[in-house]
């Protein structure tokens, strides 16, 4: 699936945001100037003894709360997929993309509620070298995914010192 072609055919207002190639949703968000709570972050999580692949969309400033996305599905253990497994659910897309519609590749989404802050979000689309801007509602009416708090902040030094 191309994401732009698929926003296209639903009608969707977008914006392409074309960059240098970035290989984080942090490094996309500094590429960008735009603030990481506000780039979303996918990741493709194992579920259910790994018989089940979710796409966990996030604010690139955070991370995944394993206990609490895992009360959240309510299927065991939750653990990231690797990249080949990335590679193998999503082939249209760059080594490592995975776009946040995971509707689109038979898998379930959830997004955490903090990007639902602010009216706009901004992801990676197919390729490293390709961002889109829309309008997080319109997101969410695209994907209808579970929206509820799943992340956490990541420690400093500082916390992990005690």
């Given at each position: 699936?191309?994401?732009?072609?698929?926003?296209?055919?639903q009608a969707c207002r977008f914006e392409r945001m074309p960059h240098h190639p970035t290989y984080s949703a942090q490094r996309l968000a500094q590429a960008?100037?735009?603030?990481?709570?506000?780039?979303?972050?996918?990741?493709?999580?194992?579920?259910?003894?790994?018989?089940?692949?979710?796409?966990a969309v996030l604010p690139a400033s955070k991370n995944i709360d394993f206990v609490q996305t895992s009360k959240l599905l309510g299927k065991g253990p939750?653990?990231?997929?690797?990249?080949?497994?990335?590679?193998?659910?999503?082939?249209?897309?760059?080594?490592?993309?995975?776009?946040?519609?995971?509707?689109?590749?038979?898998?379930?989404?959830?997004?955490?509620?903090?990007?639902?802050?602010?009216?706009?979000?901004?992801?990676?689309?197919?390729?490293?070298?390709?961002?889109?801007?829309?309008?997080?509602?319109?997101?969410?009416?695209?994907?209808?995914?579970?929206?509820?708090?799943?992340?956490?902040?990541?420690?400093?030094?500082?916390?992990?010192?005690?």
């Amino acid at each position: 699936m191309n994401v732009a072609t698929f926003l296209k055919e639903q009608a969707c207002r977008f914006e392409r945001m074309p960059h240098h190639p970035t290989y984080s949703a942090q490094r996309l968000a500094q590429a960008l100037h735009v603030p990481g709570r506000e780039v979303a972050k996918t990741v493709l999580l194992r579920a259910n003894g790994g018989h089940q692949f979710v796409v966990a969309v996030l604010p690139a400033s955070k991370n995944i709360d394993f206990v609490q996305t895992s009360k959240l599905l309510g299927k065991g253990p939750v653990q990231l997929a690797t990249e080949l497994e990335i590679a193998a659910h999503c082939p249209d897309c760059d080594f490592g993309v995975l776009p946040p519609f995971g509707s689109r590749y038979g898998m379930k989404t959830i997004v955490d509620s903090t990007l639902s802050d602010d009216d706009e979000i901004v992801f990676e689309a197919n390729t490293h070298e390709e961002a889109i801007r829309m309008k997080f509602d319109d997101f969410c009416q695209l994907e209808d995914p579970l929206v509820a708090p799943f992340a956490d902040s990541p420690c400093t030094l500082g916390e992990l010192r005690g």
